[in-house]
């Protein structure tokens, strides 16, 4: 297993951004109740959805990698 190029960069990464939105509201469903009133259970599929759709997608180059 290798890290890509720009691995230092990587926060900038769309898929990087969702799976971070995904595991903070996870985090929240689990201890912040009001948080299942607002969020469908259905959400997390979606999620899953637009992280592979935004793996297959060419990101390019990380601006100021390095």
């Not at 985090?27 to 592979?52: C, G, N, R």
């Amino acid at each position: 297993m290798k890290l890509i190029e720009e691995w230092k960069s990587a926060h900038k990464f769309l898929t990087v951004q969702l799976a971070a939105v995904l595991a903070a509201v996870t985090t929240a469903w689990e201890y912040v109740p009001e948080v299942k009133d607002y969020l469908d259970p259905a959400w997390v599929k979606w999620f899953a959805v637009a992280m592979i759709v935004a793996r297959v997608i060419k990101q390019g180059e990380a601006k100021n990698a390095g």
